[in-house]
């Protein structure tokens, strides 16, 4: 197993993974939600896609041994481990920085939006556009009528999920900054996560 | 009320909606699911999007009264009526040729995806990218497990929605072709929709 390599509290990180190469990432905390991007290393129009994803896996819950498809419906990752009761989020969008001012904060706030691009652009690779992300440990319930809640993880502290890489891609991750609204922990302190090459 | 404007069978269609106008989309036999895309007129990479629809309306089911929201999260066009039950899918991708091809169909079947960018490029606008659709009438329950469900519309023939443009939009729409699982009926036959500007 590699070094553990930080995904700062608030910020966001993007790395290369080669096809067969599996990458770890750890909710040190067990209270984090890390968005988790992965685009296509040399077509960044094809990218994991969370509409595409459901229909591939038949529900909205990815599951140790899901291949996690793309925009034209073929895996970039399968899901091999997870360590968490296996509650993550693929139904909301990035926060942004419009998410932020419709909830009444200054401007400026950090958001996953932008730490996605900032993380891309810092090793070269740019998107075409922000996909709607992976939310790995976000805990947003659906109830019989439709309606969704906003809830803190479920994981504990270490918990981990291990994806590997089914092409050659770009995986990026932000440890969300969401402070306002639970999703991040009942104290709503965004805290760092991290991950390993493995 | 104006005159009434066919969907085709496994076709699309596309129109420019004006600020403050309505249309009327009609399940004209109470069995087809319309897919239904809107784009701001002025700036093509902004339209509406199922993941922060979601966010905005704190759900997967929009109702009467709720404003849908673009990818910059501000309002597109306001579902003003709906006279079915309200079972629409927000979740699952339009349907292209890849899904078919994984289906088992020979290349060449008609899907809604195509039925988009035709239709746009009928009225001389492109789109970026091909958004995750409101599924109108499209019945996909989220078990209490996540598993997700392909049901007929629960809709009852004439039922309709009525959309009013909040910004100057490109609506389409496409009547989707799905004839492998049964969301168009259990006779898996699709059929023509209607619209109304009104």
Not at 32 to 43: G, I, L, P
Not at 59 to 65: A, E, L, S, Y
Not at 155 to 172: M, Q
Request: with cysteine; aromatic share 6%.
């Amino acid at each position: 197993m590699g070094a553990l390599i930080e995904i700062p509290a608030r910020g966001g990180t993007a790395v290369h993974l080669d096809r067969g190469r599996s990458i770890k990432v750890i909710n040190t905390h067990g209270t984090q939600v890390v968005d988790t991007w992965a685009f296509n290393r040399d077509e960044p129009a094809e990218f994991l896609s969370m509409e595409h994803l459901r229909v591939a896996i038949g529900g909205i819950f990815p599951k140790p041994g899901d291949a996690l498809v793309t925009n034209r419906r073929r895996p970039i990752v399968t899901l091999i481990e997870d360590t968490s009761p296996g509650i993550h989020d693929t139904l909301l969008a990035a926060c942004d920085a419009h998410r932020y001012r419709l909830l009444g904060c200054p401007e400026g706030h950090a958001n996953c939006t932008d730490n996605l691009h900032a993380a891309l652009g810092r090793i070269g690779f740019a998107a075409p556009e922000t996909p709607s992300p992976l939310n790995l440990w976000m805990n947003i319930p659906v109830g019989a009528d439709g309606t969704v809640d906003y809830l803190p993880p479920v994981a504990r502290p270490g918990d981990y999920v291990v994806l590997r890489a089914e092409i050659d891609a770009v995986i990026a991750f932000s440890a969300c900054p969401q402070d306002m609204v639970p999703i991040n922990g009942e104290a709503c302190i965004p805290v760092e996560a991290h991950f390993t090459f493995i």
